[in-house]
């Protein structure tokens, strides 16, 4: 029987750190917390509201990649067969992790499972891209983006949607050992691995269509929040972008599920 892990790594609140946890409900898999975080005081905190899970500091440089290269390591050091990577702030909606782990053995040969469209919470609403982006400040994403926009269409030919709200649900030890998340970048480092995963033609790479299995919660800080908060950070892109041009999807595919 394959062996399910799920990583949550966790970087300052505790409280949503055990929101995302008990938001699993699904015993046949395993939780470890990973705490990836210059606060030295945080670690205690999350092994005091995590009681009762394995919870592991990280080495933490002050990227969420160095955190999420901790996950990949303990995952392939401890032979699970699969991973489900989750950024501690966010959470599953109710049965999407035993639905995910049907789904990945009914498919048999997954390397990479991702979700299509992922639902959205904003001050614990939930939102739309649409409905956020009416907040953000001309100048921000979009403006920033306007100059890597042939690279954007690029992409979308690969989901036929709206760049960039797919998430990375499930990994195979074959993909975890065949990239690495990206340790310099400031944001959109999950962004980043998906492209760089999708690249790979070696791997069987499946999206989910139609399925709201993940809630990306915008509160805390992800790209998109921190464009509309603060238009300064939205350099922060650039590299991203530099990085994406580095990589060839001539040949990629991808089998999308309805």
């Excluded at 995590?50 to 160095?66: L, Q, R, S």
């Excluded at 049907?102 to 609403?125: A, C, I, T």
């Excluded at 001309?138 to 042939?150: P, V, Y």
């Amino acid at each position: 029987m394959a062996k399910f892990l799920v990583g949550v790594l966790t970087t300052r609140d505790a409280e949503k750190a055990k929101r995302c946890i008990d938001s699993i409900g699904y015993k046949d898999v395993d939780i470890v917390v990973f705490v990836n975080s210059p606060d030295r005081d945080y670690l205690k905190k999350v092994e005091e509201t995590c009681a009762g899970y394995t919870v592991i500091e990280t080495e933490c440089n002050g990227t969420p990649g160095k955190g999420k290269n901790t996950v990949l390591d303990y995952f392939i050091q401890n032979r699970y067969d699969y991973l489900l990577p989750i950024d501690g702030d966010d959470f599953y909606t109710k049965g999407a992790v035993k639905q995910i782990v049907r789904y990945v053995n009914l498919l048999e040969d997954v390397d990479v499972l991702g979700q299509l469209e992922n639902k959205m919470s904003y001050q614990g609403k939930e939102t739309v891209w649409k409905e956020f982006s009416k907040n953000m400040a001309s100048g921000t994403f979009a403006a920033k983006s306007r100059a890597n926009w042939r690279t954007i269409r690029q992409f979308n030919r690969l989901t036929d949607d709206v760049f960039p709200f797919n998430r990375i649900l499930v990994l195979s030890q074959y993909a975890a050992k065949n990239f690495r998340y990206n340790e310099e970048i400031l944001v959109a480092d999950d962004l980043l691995a998906n492209f760089v995963l999708y690249a790979n033609t070696n791997l069987k790479y499946y999206l989910l269509k139609n399925r709201n299995w993940y809630y990306y919660d915008l509160t805390d800080g992800g790209v998109l929040q921190t464009f509309a908060t603060n238009e300064s950070n939205s350099d922060n892109i650039k590299p991203f972008f530099d990085k994406i041009k580095e990589l060839d999807f001539s040949l990629s595919k991808v089998t999308i599920v309805e």
